[in-house]
């Protein structure tokens, strides 16, 4: 099993790219963005998560697939 870390909103914003709060919540809605954590009052994201959801997107990318 590989590390991973629980990281907060804005975090996993600048790691994925979607830094807008509500858009990141309309993609969890979707389907289409790492499920949040919750710890306590806080939520956090998965690091790994948010590292795989930037490659997937790349992959799509790179087959020519939509986003």
Known sequence: MTDDRLIDGDEAGAITGV????????????????QPVKVGSSTRFSERECRAFVAERIAERDKGGAS
């Open 19 to 34: 830094k807008s709060r509500s858009r990141r919540y309309a993609l969890i809605a979707q389907g289409r963005f790492p």
